[in-house]
């Protein structure tokens, strides 16, 4: 398994912007494929995004398509979010999270992260 920390989260207004880092450890990140979820009170974690190992395959859910874009830098062993346009309902605590092929169910991701909250003002 991978260990991973995010990071970049925080507090931003409507229509802000923020980019979340997902550092990994080992020496095999590449061969990974990166997931992002989100969980807000009271609701399921939810499936945001994920990247392929080389990268040249990314997924959205529909509710972020054209607002996030998820990318990787494999020499870096870190996995990134960029959020744009952020609304209140993207408020949650975001995750990231490994696995070997690409999916969007999080039973299928063995590697979890602790989670960094994003809170978006109205």
């Known amino acids: 398994q991978v260990q991973l920390v995010e990071s970049g989260g925080g507090l931003v207004q409507t229509g802000g912007s923020l980019r979340l880092s997902c550092a990994a450890s080992?020496?095999?990140?590449?061969?990974?494929?990166m997931g992002w979820f989100r969980q807000a009170p009271g609701k399921e974690r939810e499936f945001v995004a994920a990247?392929?190992?080389?990268?040249?395959?990314?997924y959205y859910v529909n509710s972020v398509k054209g607002r996030f874009s998820i990318s990787r830098d494999n020499a870096k062993n870190t996995a990134y979010l960029q959020m744009n346009s952020l609304k209140p309902e993207d408020t949650a605590l975001y995750y990231c999270?490994?696995?070997?092929?690409?999916?969007?169910?999080?039973?299928?991701?063995?590697?979890w992260g602790q989670g960094t909250q994003v809170t978006v003002s109205s």
């Open positions: 999270a490994a696995t070997s092929s690409p999916s969007s169910r999080a039973a299928d991701f063995s590697s």
């Open positions: 080992g020496r095999t990140f590449s061969s990974y494929v």
């Open positions: 990247i392929t190992g080389s990268g040249n395959g990314t």
